[in-house]
């Protein structure tokens, strides 16, 4: 999890939406005409119908209206797999994330007190669409503790306010099974729609658990990891970890998370961070999506040789053994435009794969009870329109003409 800056902090610190039904003949709608539609993996010429809220090939009785996408690219809206909404004004956030094209959001950590402050503002049409995890597990001392904590040294909270709110209330501490089963029923109170673990050099855990020198780079304690997997099914949720090392992707794969939020990469020896065959067949064997997040680091330089010495090696034998792979940034304020840029500078990726791991898997992995992700009939109504073909340049994606959510044409402010 990425700092968030001075302002974003204090905030912090102070601080499913259902598939649209198939209507039987829909008596009115809107024609789209003029573009071409990205069907998976070209474009293709076509006329593509809107109505009550979903796609149609074929025209509603009456056409209410016509569009003219004046030869545009059309594309299924973006998503980002890993952020962390902490700024309790999130008006300005959501226009950066419509802005980019990015409609679906997973915040992989965060404050209740937040969550309730932004909802009634998100999951609406001319909205995002936002998921979250609420707060993350971690051990006492450990990563992101240090990140709430920084708030008291800058003088944005009293210590009093941290001392009565930090656990349970903006993360959840815990060295036991026992302190799980105290914290358990008032997380699951808060509704969080996944659970985010932090593991952090946990092959070392056992030696800087108790050390103030690792405050904020330790996680949970990997051996906790499989009781709250455990707690997370029974309660139909699914368990989403925070990754450092490839000892941290493998103790949260062998532990039977869903979701690794990060690829492994970062200052250090590269073999700490460098995945093995065992390590990518276990995760594809289980199901196991990660998320990239190369850009996390707000260093061009630093990303640039992991890209090369560590990102590129992981990258490589986790689409080997078949992993499914998300587009996240881990960067607030910003968006998962940075992070497809910086993969695709790497090299490591063709524009098509690209293109389908931004619009159509990683929606369909944060919702995967909706119809998105294709510009198909019965599916949602949701689209952009870009000027230039990504397929040619992944960048192109940043030339939007047009946004429509779930049939609602979307107006950017100036």
Same mark, same amino acid.
């Given at each position: 999890?990425?700092?968030?800056?001075?302002?974003?902090?204090?905030?912090?610190?102070?601080?499913?939406?259902?598939?649209?039904?198939?209507?039987?003949?829909?008596? %009115?709608?809107?024609?789209?005409?003029?573009?071409?539609?990205?069907?998976?993996?070209?474009?293709?010429?076509?006329?593509?119908?809107? @109505?009550?809220?979903?796609?149609?090939?074929? @025209?509603?009785?009456?056409?209410?209206?016509?569009?003219?996408?004046?030869?545009?690219?059309?594309?299924?809206?973006? *998503?980002?797999?890993?952020?962390? +909404?902490?700024?309790?004004?999130?008006?300005?956030?959501?226009?950066?994330?419509?802005?980019?094209?990015?409609? &679906? $959001?997973?915040?992989?950590?965060?404050?209740?007190?937040?969550?309730?402050?932004?909802?009634?503002?998100?999951?609406?049409?001319?909205?995002?669409?936002?998921?979250?995890?609420?707060?993350?597990?971690?051990?006492?001392?450990?990563?992101?503790?240090?990140?709430?904590?920084?708030?008291?040294?800058?003088?944005?909270?009293?210590?009093?306010?941290?001392?009565?709110?930090?656990?349970?209330?903006?993360?959840?501490?815990?060295?036991?099974?026992?302190?799980?089963?105290?914290?358990?029923?008032?997380?699951?109170?808060?509704?969080?729609?996944?659970? /985010? $673990?932090?593991?952090?050099?946990?092959? !070392?855990?056992?030696?800087?658990?108790?050390?103030?020198?690792? /405050?904020?780079?330790?996680?949970?304690?990997?051996?906790?990891?499989?009781?709250?997997?455990?707690?997370?099914?029974?309660?139909?949720?699914?368990?989403?970890?925070?990754?450092?090392?490839?000892?941290?992707?493998?103790?949260?794969?062998? @532990?039977?998370?869903?979701?690794?939020?990060?690829?492994?990469?970062?200052?250090?020896?590269?073999?700490?961070?460098?995945?093995?065959?065992?390590?990518?067949?276990?995760?594809?064997?289980?199901?196991?999506?990660?998320?990239?997040?190369?850009?996390?680091?707000? !260093?061009?330089?630093?990303?640039?040789?992991?890209? /090369?010495?560590?990102?590129?090696?992981?990258?490589?034998?986790?689409?080997? %053994?078949?992993?499914?792979?998300?587009?996240?940034?881990?960067?607030?304020?910003?968006?998962?435009?940075?992070?497809? *840029?910086?993969?695709?500078?790497?090299?490591?990726?063709?524009?098509?794969?690209?293109?389908?791991?931004?619009? $159509?898997?990683?929606?369909? @992995?944060?919702?995967?009870?909706?119809?998105?992700? *294709?510009?198909?009939?019965? &599916?949602?109504?949701?689209? +952009?329109?870009?000027?230039?073909?990504? +397929? +040619?340049?992944?960048?192109?994606?940043?030339?939007?003409?047009?946004?429509? /959510?779930?049939?609602?044409?979307?107006?950017?402010?100036?």
């Amino acid at each position: 999890m990425q700092r968030p800056g001075n302002a974003l902090l204090a905030l912090w610190l102070l601080a499913g939406v259902s598939a649209p039904q198939e209507a039987a003949a829909p008596a %009115h709608g809107v024609e789209y005409r003029g573009g071409s539609w990205f069907d998976g993996s070209k474009f293709v010429p076509r006329i593509m119908y809107v @109505a009550d809220g979903v796609f149609r090939s074929t @025209a509603p009785a009456q056409i209410d209206s016509v569009v003219d996408l004046e030869d545009g690219y059309v594309v299924p809206p973006f *998503a980002d797999a890993h952020q962390h +909404l902490v700024d309790a004004n999130v008006a300005p956030t959501i226009q950066a994330f419509l802005r980019d094209g990015v409609f &679906y $959001v997973q915040d992989q950590g965060n404050a209740p007190i937040v969550r309730r402050a932004i909802e009634p503002s998100l999951n609406r049409p001319t909205s995002i669409d936002y998921v979250g995890a609420n707060q993350g597990w971690t051990s006492p001392g450990g990563h992101p503790v240090e990140v709430i904590e920084r708030g008291v040294t800058l003088g944005f909270v009293q210590a009093d306010y941290l001392r009565d709110h930090l656990d349970p209330g903006l993360v959840m501490q815990v060295e036991s099974a026992a302190d799980i089963e105290q914290r358990w029923p008032g997380f699951l109170a808060d509704k969080p729609d996944f659970v /985010k $673990v932090y593991l952090m050099n946990s092959e !070392d855990h056992a030696r800087i658990h108790n050390d103030p020198q690792f /405050k904020g780079n330790r996680g949970i304690d990997p051996a906790l990891v499989p009781e709250i997997v455990s707690r997370a099914q029974a309660a139909g949720l699914q368990v989403s970890a925070h990754v450092y090392t490839a000892a941290d992707f493998r103790n949260a794969v062998e @532990a039977g998370v869903q979701r690794i939020a990060h690829v492994p990469g970062g200052r250090g020896p590269d073999a700490r961070f460098v995945l093995t065959d065992e390590d990518a067949g276990l995760a594809a064997e289980l199901g196991v999506t990660v998320v990239t997040t190369v850009s996390q680091h707000r !260093d061009d330089a630093l990303t640039a040789r992991l890209l /090369k010495t560590q990102y590129a090696k992981n990258f490589e034998v986790l689409r080997e %053994h078949g992993v499914t792979l998300l587009v996240g940034s881990d960067l607030f304020p910003g968006t998962a435009a940075t992070e497809i *840029a910086a993969l695709a500078g790497s090299g490591l990726f063709d524009d098509l794969e690209l293109l389908r791991m931004w619009c $159509v898997t990683t929606p369909r @992995a944060i919702f995967p009870e909706r119809r998105i992700g *294709a510009l198909e009939d019965g &599916y949602e109504a949701s689209l +952009l329109v870009l000027r230039e073909d990504p +397929l +040619l340049d992944i960048l192109a994606t940043r030339t939007i003409s047009l946004r429509v /959510k779930q049939g609602v044409p979307i107006q950017m402010d100036r």
